[in-house]
């Protein structure tokens, strides 16, 4: 079984953008599971409100087990998070590698 990279990307209202690094700063020393390899967040080269964050697990089994991560505080943040990103503009994408 391969990795799995599961990423979401979207933009942000634009004066909301201290309070999202403030909540993606902290995301990134909190979101934790087991075999979650890594989560990172980007911003789009020349988009000052575009990001993305990807998550990087090492099988598909582990993909599908992070639904049943529970972690308070990270839901907290995630529900603030998701006050900040403009309506609509949220595209989701899961990559499955390719095993030779």
């Known amino acids: ?11 942000i209202i634009p ?13 990134k020393n909190l979101v934790k599971a087991d075999g979650l390899e890594s989560y990172s967040a980007y911003k789009q080269k020349n ?8 998550y990087m697990f090492e099988s598909e089994e582990a993909y599908e087990n992070f639904d049943d991560y529970s972690d308070e505080r990270v839901d907290i943040l995630m ?19 390719i095993n030779g």
């Open 1 to 11: 079984m391969g990795r799995v990279i599961f990423s979401i990307r979207y933009d």
């Open 15 to 27: 004066e909301k953008k201290g309070e999202y690094q403030r909540i993606i700063k902290e995301l």
């Open 47 to 54: 988009k000052d409100t575009s990001y993305e964050e990807i």
């Open 79 to 97: 529900t603030q998070l998701s006050e900040l990103i403009k309506q609509q503009s949220t595209h989701y994408s899961t990559l499955f590698e």
